[in-house]
């Protein structure tokens, strides 16, 4: 079964340090794979997709599809980066599954 | 641009009652979706809709929860009656199949939160 695992609730860093919210996927297929983010009081939204292979506020993210992951990075935190991220996986329905989702917090 | 609007923003209500929220997608936007999102959990597909036709329906509970797209447009999803487990935020979004780069690539509402007594 189709499935997005976050296995980080919580991750907190300081400000400067290097970020990885990681993201493991379950799913037969070839995957299409993004990240979106929602700020404190604002709406969920893209950060970033696979396929566009660009990097969102410093922010890049590469498929695996050997270890079955598309981690997300950035070397160096922004207290601005705090929010909440969450892994999605696009099936062969066009149904787009989340994962829980990761809180950082990035402290100053 | 307004984004996805979605009214009310907020309902409380006792158990046993109906409740409707509201959704009116981006212009231009053929696909909406309506997700719901517990606590501590990422959103999960409830319905979407290609123009006004539902094609995927697979994880609306039908029993309790009905969805309508007139017109292709606005959206609103019902659950009658609401049960205590039903409490969560129900987020709609839209997207354009017409674009490379709007397939798949949603916009989210700001989600009516539902508090059931």
């Known amino acids: 079964a189709q499935r997005v695992t976050q296995p980080e609730k919580l991750l907190s860093v300081f400000k400067g340090a290097p970020v990885e919210l990681k993201c493991n996927y379950s799913?037969?297929?070839?995957?299409?794979l993004f990240w979106y983010v929602q700020y404190s009081r604002q709406r969920l939204q893209l950060l970033l997709r696979h396929i566009s292979r660009e990097s969102i506020k410093g922010f890049t993210a590469d498929l695996n599809k050997g270890e079955t992951s598309f981690h997300l990075k950035k070397p160096f935190a922004q207290e601005e980066d705090s929010a909440m991220y969450y892994c999605?996986?696009?099936?062969?329905?066009?149904?787009?599954?989340f994962g829980t989702g990761t809180r950082l917090q990035v402290f100053p | 641009e307004a984004g996805v609007v979605q009214s009310p923003r907020y309902k409380i209500i006792e158990k046993k009652q109906p409740v409707a929220f509201w959704c009116n997608p981006i212009s231009g936007h053929n696909t909406l979706y309506w997700y719901l999102q517990n606590l501590g959990q990422g959103p999960e597909l409830l319905i979407r809709y290609e123009n006004e036709e539902a094609v995927d329906d697979s994880q609306l509970p039908k029993d309790r929860f009905s969805a309508e797209r007139l017109k292709g447009v606005d959206s609103t999803l019902k659950i009658q009656p609401a049960e205590l487990g039903d409490s969560a935020v129900y987020l709609c979004?839209?997207?354009?199949?017409?674009?490379?780069?709007?397939?798949?690539?949603?916009?989210f509402g700001a989600g009516s939160r539902l508090t059931v007594l």
């Open positions: 999605a996986l696009k099936d062969n329905t066009d149904k787009l599954i």
């Open positions: 979004a839209s997207s354009s199949s017409f674009t490379d780069s709007g397939a798949n690539v949603l916009t």
């Open positions: 799913y037969s297929g070839s995957p299409e």
